[in-house]
């Protein structure tokens, strides 16, 4: 099992920024990426991006990029996501998300942009 727990999310100004906290625990090992998804009121929920936790590599939605940044401290059993110039449509609720054996999800976070 993993366990993963979100923070950092909150209100803020439209050109402002946030990070994203997101913490894993459990059997990490198993974890072969980690990433961010997140889901606006009537809408399907939509990968962010997610970050492979052997060699880093990122995938980042065409939405965010150039504007979000994703990371992860290996020590922390952490992963970040920088969200800068943000804008109100990326309001939403983020959740963490754990690729294992299968995917494990967080309690997710409120983001709201305000314009």
């Known amino acids: 099992q993993v366990q993963l727990v979100e923070s950092g999310g909150g209100l803020v100004q439209a050109g402002g920024s946030l990070r994203l906290s997101c913490a894993a625990s459990g059997s990490i090992f198993s974890i072969v990426t980690m990433g961010w998804y997140r889901q606006a009121p009537g809408k399907q929920r939509e990968l962010v991006a997610n970050i492979r936790l052997d060699g880093g590599s990122t995938f980042y939605a065409d939405s965010v990029k150039g504007r979000f940044t994703i990371s992860k401290d290996n020590a922390k059993n952490t992963v970040y996501l920088q969200m800068n110039s943000l804008k109100p449509e990326d309001t939403a609720v983020y959740y963490c998300?754990?690729?294992?054996?299968?995917?494990?999800w967080g309690q997710g976070t409120q983001v709201t942009v305000s314009s």
């Open positions: 998300q754990a690729l294992a054996w299968r995917n494990y």
